[in-house]
């Protein structure tokens, strides 16, 4: 049985752990809020210029000339497999369940005899896939200095990942990050970059005849390398607005958890000082009795 | 006045313009093009230039790089890699900018000694940012 100090001393640390849960929450939900506008600005952008590239893909994308990025490497010995995760924990299973995913798909590909290569973005990812294919990683991009993920951040990773795909490093690259859809919901996804791939949009209008300046394959091979960098950087937003959201709701949970533990401690507590002032009582009534 | 035309133009950060406008400067890869309405719809890919605009309320500058514009019947969306007001933009960016196109100069150069394409992409790019720069310091 604890004495009453040691529960006093539960309480007062339960307590000051609920204050730090609940500042953190509050934290992350005005940073969810920028999160979530900052994927929201960057939205316009995206949908264009997917739908432009998959009318340009669908009209060049049959013939022999048609850029690697697009058709592929002919291939798909080699896989690359980009983690994108946090940098920071205390945010549920956000950054297990990305790291869940990528596990799954990349000992798939090994069952299949593929060689596979991973490249992580965000420490935690890197910690938690380094046990089973710490082998296979070829590089890491650390994001810990940036506050604020901006196109150039992904635009570095794209300049990065290219580069490997010219140098005939991997021919298949796939991404994986999770995507926002509520901050109780984020769905671990996985997105394969290159060779691109176009969502065919629904419904959508028949395509009108363009102009092309220069022509039509000139701007692919202009745009597809700008792609690699958009749908990267989508992906970052995404992963930060679901970090926010993951962190919200866990600690979020960790708050009401200890306002829990408090109430049984206090219960607790109050149970052993009644029982203190009892025993008390009988020994002096006892002791009156004796004499 | 003329008709107008639906104008917009994103980066991927974020929107910085939506307007309607009577007509807009592209600075296209192959040379500029002014988009009015009615213009047959097309896409071209820019190179680093100035995109200006004209319109009921007045005139608009931007200084964009690496991207594409699509001129269609609903309108003209341009995505640029990078865009910013002209006005904003300083002589650290432009610096910041030419730094990072002589730098892919160098990497072209070195990467693909006997092709002379990629390396006169580069060198255009280069000399584009140059020209950009030297333009708006007037």
Do not use: W
Request: proline share 4%.
């Amino acid at each position: 049985m604890p004495s009453l100090k040691d529960l006093k001393n539960r309480i007062e640390s339960v307590k000051s752990t609920r204050k730090i849960t609940k500042a953190m929450q509050m934290v992350a939900a005005a940073k969810l809020r920028r999160a979530q506008e900052a994927a929201e600005q960057s939205r316009p952008y995206t949908e264009r210029f997917n739908a432009v590239m998959a009318g340009l893909a669908a009209s060049v994308g049959g013939s022999d000339s048609a850029p690697k990025l697009l058709s592929g490497t002919g291939s798909d010995k080699v896989q690359l497999l980009i983690v994108m995760t946090s940098e920071r924990g205390l945010c549920g299973g956000f950054n297990s369940n990305i790291a869940k995913l990528a596990r799954s798909h990349a000992q798939k590909l090994q069952a299949e005899g593929k060689d596979v290569k991973i490249l992580t973005v965000g420490k935690k990812g890197r910690d938690q896939l380094k046990r089973d294919f710490g082998s296979l990683f070829i590089d890491h991009v650390d994001l810990t200095e940036v506050k604020r993920v901006g196109y150039v951040d992904a635009q570095a990773i794209a300049k990065d990942v290219l580069a490997r795909f010219d140098a005939g490093e991997f021919d298949v690259a796939t991404l994986f990050y999770s995507k926002f859809v509520n901050v109780v919901s984020q769905i671990p996804t996985a997105q394969q970059i290159i060779p691109a791939t176009f969502e065919e949009e629904e419904g959508a209008e028949p395509s009108t005849l363009f102009d092309y300046e220069p022509s039509e394959e000139a701007i692919l091979a202009d745009l597809l390398p700008r792609g690699v960098a958009t749908q990267i950087f989508a992906g970052l937003l995404e992963n930060g607005a679901s970090e926010q959201g993951a962190r919200m709701s866990a600690m979020d949970n960790a708050t009401r958890n200890a306002g829990e533990m408090i109430d049984k401690l206090t219960i607790e507590f109050n149970r052993s000082r009644q029982a203190v002032i009892t025993n008390e009582l009988i020994e002096i009534i006892s002791g009156a009795e004796a004499l | 006045m003329a008709d107008t035309t639906q104008f917009d133009l994103v980066s991927p950060e974020r929107r910085l313009a939506s307007a309607a406008v009577t007509a807009v400067q592209i600075p296209g890869a192959d040379g500029d093009m002014t988009a009015m309405a009615g213009h047959a719809p097309t896409i071209t890919t820019l190179r680093p230039g100035v995109l200006s605009t004209e319109g009921p309320d007045g005139t608009s500058e931007y200084v964009v790089t690496g991207g594409f514009a699509e001129i269609t019947a609903a309108g003209v969306t341009v995505l640029a890699e990078r865009a910013m007001p002209k006005a904003e933009v300083t002589a650290d960016d432009m610096a910041a900018l030419i730094k990072e196109a002589e730098e892919a100069l160098a990497h072209a150069k070195e990467t693909f000694v006997n092709e002379p394409g990629p390396v006169d992409d580069a060198a255009k790019l280069l000399a584009d940012m140059v020209a950009v720069g030297d333009h708006i310091r007037i």
